[in-house]
């Protein structure tokens, strides 16, 4: 069974203290990553997509990697408009569905 | 601007009624889904559709139904026979199912609260 295991499940930085969110999984034929941020009582909101071991993408303040086993999140010099809930997912293949699943979160307090 | 909208954002039923939950999508996605979020847990799917008229369970299907007669529109119905519907449903699409990966981009959401 699919399994996708985020860490840890909250996090409080100080505004402008580096760190990094983990997502590690275990599937079998990986087809894709995906990193959402969701907001309290929002839908989540897409961020990144990772394809293959040593891939990375970036957005502002945001820096995703892949591994075989894992991905990162990292945040770098955080904001309080940063916190948020984030979100990993795995999409695997799945006898003909891809089926995506999901990890519980990494919930991120950003102080001022 | 396009987009998934869910309504209605805020949902109260009464125990043994039906209810319906929409969601349209103006991405000309062809796939969508819906999702049910609780406390500490991942996502877990409901239903999801690749084609008009055309849908399939997924893990949590029991107690829900689905249709699907349009390409932009999935609405869900939360049956009496739900034993616990209190929730946030989230509707989600993608441009396909298919042998690649597809990103899929989420509603708003909906909570339901079974009163």
């Known amino acids: 069974e699919d399994q996708v295991t985020q860490s840890p499940e909250a996090l409080r930085l100080q505004e402008g203290e580096s760190s990094s969110l983990n997502c590690s999984y275990t599937?079998?034929?990986?087809?894709?990553l995906f990193w959402y941020r969701q907001d309290p009582g929002k839908g989540p909101e897409f961020l990144f997509t990772?394809?293959?071991a040593g891939e990375e993408k970036e957005k502002e303040r945001l820096k995703a990697t892949l591994t075989k086993k894992e991905s990162f999140l990292h945040i770098t010099a955080p904001k309080p408009e940063d916190s948020a809930t984030y979100l990993c997912?795995?999409?695997?293949?799945?006898?003909?569905?891809?089926?995506?699943?999901f990890g519980t979160g990494t919930k991120l307090q950003v102080i001022p | 601007d396009g987009g998934i909208t869910q309504s209605p954002k805020y949902l109260f039923r009464k125990e043994g009624q039906n209810v319906t939950l929409s969601c349209e999508q103006n991405l000309n996605h062809d796939a969508m889904y819906w999702y049910r979020q609780d406390p500490g847990q991942g996502l877990r799917l409901i239903y999801y559709s690749q084609i008009v008229n055309d849908f399939q369970k997924g893990d949590i299907a029991e107690g829900y139904s689905v249709s699907r007669e349009k390409k932009e529109s999935f609405p869900l119905t939360v049956t009496s026979a739900q034993k616990n519907p209190t929730a946030f449903y989230l509707c989600?699409?993608?441009?396909?199912?298919?042998?690649?990966?597809?990103?899929?981009?989420f509603g708003p959401g909906t909570r339901l609260t079974v009163l």
């Open positions: 990772l394809y293959s």
């Open positions: 997912a795995v999409q695997a293949d799945s006898g003909g569905y891809q089926k995506v699943t």
């Open positions: 989600a699409s993608s441009r396909r199912i298919g042998p690649d990966t597809d990103t899929q981009y």
């Open positions: 599937v079998s034929g990986l087809r894709g």
